[in-house]
Every structure is written in structure tokens, then in C-alpha cells.
């Protein structure tokens, strides 16, 4: 019986992945494909059913060459694009401390969240990272966000409505 799981998109991707060699390598197409394939703004949609899974096979290659590639030290403390992970981490907090647009809040947070959910940023500072955005992201929503009548809200959320016939 075949498995469910093997099709040709993710038969490419695999071999793609096994290929990967360097942590380098690694991280840019880990980043490429969080990018074109996961985020809430992509435009292509060629992997809608597959797009999770490849996602988890490439964050499992990027963590063991993570794991050979840095020492302790820096397995804890830096991204894998050898960035410290707090400075990183402070800039996204910085930035979304001086907003004041929920929407433009909403950016800086899935923007946080394509760049650096692990393996990328190490988990102890991801996540506590992740809560303070989060955080303001909510207050700024709290405010009369569903003041807005459904069309407005609609429009300024840049909604398609499809209606099926």
C-alpha cells in the first residue's frame, strides 16, 4: 500500500533538503521557503497541501546541522545565520514597542515569526520574544476593532470575498 505521504512535490523537496550540507545553505532556503510558501501574503499557493510538511522536513535538517555546527554557547545564544538572538530579538521589540498602526503591527509580527521561528532563533528566546509582540499586537487590536462596520473592515483588512454560485 502506498503511503500517504509520498507524491512528487514532496519527493523533489526531499531530495532537495538532503542535499543541504551547511547550516548556511540551510538557513537561506529554510528563510526562502517560510517566505514564498508560509506566509499570510504569499502569492503561491503551489504547495497549499504540502507546504507544512516540507516545512518541518527542512526546520528538521536546519536543527541537526545547527546542532554540528555551533557549540553550546552559541546554540543558545545565537540564529542560525550567526546573529546574537537577543539583539535580534530586541530590534523586533523596539520596533513594535514605536508602533502604533495595528496593521503595521500585525506586519512586524508575522515578519518576526518568518524569520525567526526555530530552529532559526533559539526557542528561550523566540518565544519570549513572540509573547511581547504578541502582547502589543493585542492591545492595539483592543481598541474598537470591531467598531468598524463588516464592509469597511473588509476593505481596510484588503478582504476578496468570493461567493460561490
Avoid at 529554510?30 to 497549499?48: A, G, I, Q, Y
Avoid at 546554540?75 to 550567526?82: D, E, I, R, V
Avoid at 498602526?101 to 518565544?127: G, Q, S, T, W
Wanted: one cysteine or more.
Amino acid at each position: 500500500m502506498a503511503n500517504i505521504h509520498d507524491n512528487p512535490k514532496r519527493d523533489e523537496w526531499v531530495k532537495k533538503i538532503a542535499g543541504l550540507t551547511t547550516l548556511a545553505a540551510g538557513h537561506a532556503l529554510l528563510k526562502d521557503f517560510r517566505v514564498k510558501h508560509m506566509n499570510p501574503f504569499k502569492t503561491d499557493w503551489s504547495l497549499e497541501l504540502d507546504g507544512q510538511w516540507i516545512e518541518c522536513k527542512i526546520e528538521e535538517k536546519v536543527a541537526l546541522l545547527k546542532r554540528a555546527e555551533f557549540n553550546d554557547a552559541k546554540f543558545m545564544n545565537n540564529c542560525t545565520c550567526g546573529a546574537n538572538a537577543q539583539e535580534v530579538a530586541d530590534k523586533a521589540v523596539a520596533e513594535m514597542d514605536a508602533c502604533t498602526d495595528m496593521y503595521k503591527a500585525e506586519r512586524i509580527h508575522i515578519d518576526f515569526r518568518l524569520a525567526c521561528k526555530p530552529p532559526v532563533m533559539p526557542v528561550n528566546v523566540f518565544l519570549d520574544t513572540d509573547r511581547l509582540l504578541g502582547t502589543k499586537l493585542m492591545e492595539l487590536r483592543n481598541t474598537d476593532y470591531y467598531a468598524l462596520p463588516l464592509e469597511e473592515l473588509r476593505k481596510v483588512r484588503g478582504v476578496k470575498v468570493i461567493t460561490l454560485q
